[in-house]
């Protein structure tokens, strides 16, 4: 069992599914050939996939071009099912910073063939998260900033204003499509700026006033 942490408190929520939004921004949608999507692209990881700040991200056997993608994260906290915009936003308890490490040469296989991603984006440490801001301490403005650096080299740098679908909506979304519970989490996407990462590199993922984690790359031997 794995559980999300809330900063400066004892409350921690054991985490069930990780809801993943695909191309919600347009220059990354861009950058990897794909078109804009009309309504948000929604993958699953399995909270087996998960590690956290400081912890090493493993880049498989099966994959040689593992990527970073660094997101903002939504924590649910009750559960919700074809929610409102309002109880969409009152679902959300915490954000956090999150990378979806994904064998982009597996999924550029399975893609291909029409198959699903699964394989690219479930694989152990694939899913990076910070402990959590509740949102109680702090409210997204909406124009806070994203930025990853590899080896100290900004790579990923952009404004969540620049999302297709806001926070509110993804939620909303993904309510009509699947029930939402207390300790879920949800991905937003990445910015443009994804790439390779190798063995002793090292991955720092900010987003303004939420936090910062830190995780070096190995290789699985
Ligand atoms: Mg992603």
Same mark, same amino acid.
């Given at each position: 069992?794995?559980?999300?942490?809330?900063?400066?408190?004892?409350? +921690?929520? *054991?985490?069930?599914?990780?809801?993943?939004?695909?191309?919600?921004?347009?220059?990354? /949608? &861009?950058?990897?050939? #794909?078109?804009?999507?009309?309504?948000?692209?929604?993958?699953?990881?399995? !909270?087996? /996939?998960?590690?956290?700040?400081?912890?090493?991200?493993? @880049?498989?056997?099966?994959?040689? %071009?593992?990527?970073? *993608? /660094? %997101?903002?994260?939504?924590? @649910? =906290?009750?559960?919700?099912? $074809? /929610?409102?915009?309002?109880?969409?936003?009152?679902?959300?308890?915490?954000?956090?910073?999150?990378?979806?490490?994904?064998?982009?040469?597996?999924?550029? &296989?399975?893609?291909?063939?029409?198959?699903?991603?699964?394989?690219?984006?479930?694989?152990?440490? !694939?899913?990076?998260?910070?402990?959590?801001?509740? +949102?109680? $301490?702090? $409210?997204?403005? =909406?124009?806070?900033?994203?930025?990853?650096?590899? $080896?100290?080299?900004?790579?990923?740098?952009?404004?969540?204003?620049?999302?297709?679908? #806001?926070?509110?909506?993804?939620?909303?979304?993904?309510?009509?499509?699947?029930?939402?519970? *207390?300790?879920?989490?949800?991905?937003?996407?990445?910015?443009?700026?994804?790439?390779?990462?190798?063995?002793?590199?090292?991955?720092?993922?900010?987003?303004?006033?939420?936090?910062? @984690?830190? #995780?070096?790359?190995?290789?699985?031997?």
């Amino acid at each position: 069992m794995k559980f999300a942490k809330i900063k400066n408190s004892e409350k +921690k929520y *054991e985490i069930g599914k990780l809801v993943c939004v695909g191309r919600n921004y347009a220059e990354h /949608a &861009q950058e990897l050939g #794909n078109e804009i999507p009309e309504f948000p692209l929604v993958f699953i990881k399995p !909270s087996s /996939a998960v590690i956290f700040d400081g912890e090493e991200i493993v @880049i498989p056997k099966f994959s040689n %071009e593992v990527h970073h *993608e /660094a %997101e903002l994260l939504l924590l @649910i =906290g009750k559960k919700i099912k $074809n /929610a409102t915009i309002e109880e969409s936003e009152e679902a959300v308890i915490a954000f956090g910073v999150g990378l979806d490490m994904t064998a982009r040469d597996v999924q550029d &296989q399975l893609k291909k063939k029409g198959h699903p991603w699964t394989i690219s984006k479930c694989f152990d440490t !694939s899913a990076v998260l910070s402990d959590f801001v509740s +949102k109680e $301490n702090y $409210n997204l403005i =909406g124009n806070e900033v994203i930025t990853l650096k590899v $080896n100290g080299e900004i790579k990923q740098n952009s404004s969540i204003d620049k999302m297709i679908f #806001n926070w509110k909506e993804i939620v909303k979304f993904i309510s009509h499509e699947m029930t939402l519970e *207390e300790g879920d989490i949800i991905f937003t996407g990445t910015p443009k700026g994804v790439g390779k990462v190798l063995k002793d590199d090292v991955i720092e993922t900010e987003i303004t006033n939420i936090g910062k @984690i830190t #995780n070096k790359v190995k290789k699985e031997s």
